[in-house]
């Protein structure tokens, strides 16, 4: 099947995007690396008036640090995250993530903003920034906003982002000191979304844990925060003991779903797993 005929334009910055965007109404799209819309028009599940294409706004591509934050532009792709080497050292857990989304192919087209904006719910990308509790900065006409992860998504692939508005950068907080963190992720084969992914950031102070960041993605409809399942464990020994007792107590909080394949009780375990592994991994990084 191919696409329904639609208007393309190749707006030359981000305001004429953002006015051929409020022209084009609810029914005007825009498309930068298309690895998931583009399936979406094939197979008409997506039908667009006008496809607004924003692959020469390449100030949008960007990796900046701003201290306590760094600022990512919607246009940056999965493999230059992956490979940024001020990724890797101001947020690790991000570059992680990055490294796992896809195949090559797929990180070399596919975008930052592009990810948040599509809201998969087993998505690397919409887990980080639940997990660290990033600021999606929003782009209109005349202005723009900042809206924080925990409020940018809404349900699966559902978000804040109103028909006229384009993501134009992101904020992730930077690693502290004696902070580590992991990503760990279940999938059937090289490639697929994940079956159940984890996101952690463990800080410690004379050997105990003072701080834990903790996301899940594939146990609800949008990635979910367990920092408050994990705040009763804070203050504890760093061990495997503790990762052991967090991991059980998150398994018994979530409430994921069976679905075709796959049910609940495999998703609670495959949680409890990975929770273990991604804060003993995490504890490592942190102790140096």
Request: with cysteine; proline share 5%.
């Amino acid at each position: 099947m191919k696409p329904a005929a639609f208007d393309y334009l190749r707006p030359s910055s981000l305001e004429e995007a953002l006015q051929q965007l409020a022209a084009g109404g609810d029914r005007a799209k825009v498309i930068a690396g298309g690895q998931s819309l583009g399936p979406m028009l094939n197979m008409r599940l997506a039908m667009p008036s006008a496809l607004i294409d924003l692959n020469d706004l390449t100030e949008l591509a960007y990796v900046r640090d701003g201290g306590a934050f760094l600022s990512i532009g919607a246009l940056t792709r999965h493999e230059q995250i992956a490979g940024s080497a001020l990724v890797q050292a101001r947020c690790p857990l991000l570059g992680q993530a990055a490294k796992t989304i896809g195949h090559y192919a797929i990180r070399q087209r596919g975008t930052l903003g592009g990810s948040l904006a599509h809201a998969d719910p087993a998505a690397q990308f919409p887990l980080i920034a639940m997990t660290l509790g990033a600021e999606i900065e929003i782009a209109r006409q005349g202005g723009s906003r900042r809206v924080p992860a925990s409020a940018f998504f809404q349900s699966a692939m559902a978000t804040a982002l109103a028909p006229d508005e384009i993501i134009r950068c992101v904020h992730f907080p930077t690693i502290s000191v004696n902070e580590g963190m992991s990503f760990q992720l279940f999938n059937r084969r090289h490639g697929d979304y994940a079956i159940v992914a984890v996101a952690a950031t463990v800080a410690l102070q004379d050997e105990r844990v003072v701080h834990v960041r903790l996301g899940l993605s594939g146990v609800s409809a949008i990635p979910q925060s367990c920092d408050a399942m994990v705040r009763p464990l804070l203050g504890q020994l760093a061990s495997a003991v503790w990762a052991a007792d967090v991991a059980r107590a998150v398994r018994a909080a979530v409430t994921p779903e069976d679905d075709a394949g796959i049910t609940a009780v495999y998703r609670k375990e495959l949680t409890e797993k990975l929770v273990q592994q991604a804060l003993e991994r995490a504890l490592t990084r942190a102790k140096g």
